[in-house]
Antibody
Framework: QVTLKESGPVLVKPTETLTLTCTVSGFSLSNARMGVSWIRQPPGKALEWLAHIFSNDEKSYSTSLKSRLTISKDTSKSQVVLTMTNMDPVDTATYYC????????????????WGQGTLVTVSS | SYELTQPPSVSVSPGQTARITCSGDALPKQYAYWYQQKPGQAPVLVIYKDSERPSGIPERFSGSSSGTTVTLTISGVQAEDEADYYCQSADSSGTSHVVFGGGTKLTVL
């Protein structure tokens, strides 16, 4: 059974750095056909892709947020970590991690399993 | 930056057919994928590779592609289909970047 679960703070202050962890089970982060992505959704708004990490440790970031994002993984712990620096109230959103199916190395297709999401509020 | 365009809302009566479109310049070269999201829940994949249906998704969900537009069709809409629907694709050939459409709220009257 494939599951993903996000964890991290529910409240961060402006200018702080957000660190979110995605713990996966039911598949390995070393599987070449899969990766893990982060996607966010501000309240009442659309989904926004943030970043991917693949089995070969190749990473990809949203162009608009690239300077603020870092994604990494610990295969032995089955965890993927996303950090986002310089948080702002506009970053208030539900943050999801999702398994991404890969057609060839580091080329994503679609998200077949999602975590439940974690709401992060940015406020002083 | 690359965008996928969806209508903000679609309304249908129960039993009718709902069609939700998604337009993007790269869609002739890239597959599209569709997700259903109900309030307070994570998205669920309902169509992949333009027209393939994952196991467990009802047959009333189908997808098609024509030029720069892909369409999600829900035949015989049921009250439980009321949700937000998002299309997703890659922003260009060979890239690892992903883009989502703005979402369409399907209302079952």
């Amino acid at each position: 059974q494939v599951t993903l679960k996000e964890s991290g703070p529910v409240l961060v202050k402006p200018t702080e750095t957000l660190t979110l962890t995605c713990t996966v089970s039911g598949f390995s982060l070393s599987n070449a056909r899969m990766g893990v992505s982060w996607i966010r959704q501000p309240p009442g708004k659309a989904l926004e892709w943030l970043a991917h990490i693949f089995s070969n440790d190749e990473k990809s970031y949203s162009t608009s947020l690239k300077s603020r994002l870092t994604i990494s993984k610990d295969t032995s712990k089955s965890q993927v970590v996303l950090t986002m620096t310089n948080m702002d109230p506009v970053d208030t959103a539900t943050y999801y991690c999702a398994r991404v199916i890969v057609v060839v190395t580091a080329i994503p297709e679609y998200f077949d399993y999602w975590g439940q999401g974690t709401l992060v509020t940015v406020s002083s | 930056s690359y965008e996928l365009t969806q209508p903000p809302s679609v309304s249908v009566s129960p039993g009718q057919t709902a069609r939700i479109t998604c337009s993007g310049d790269a869609l002739p070269k890239q597959y599209a994928y569709w997700y259903q999201q109900k309030p307070g829940q994570a998205p669920v994949l309902v169509i992949y590779k333009d027209s393939e249906r994952p196991s467990g998704i009802p047959e009333r969900f189908s997808g098609s592609s024509s030029g720069t537009t892909v369409t999600l069709t829900i035949s015989g809409v049921q009250a439980e289909d009321e949700a937000d629907y998002y299309c997703q694709s890659a922003d260009s050939s060979g890239t690892s970047h992903v883009v989502f459409g703005g979402g369409t709220k399907l209302t079952v009257l």
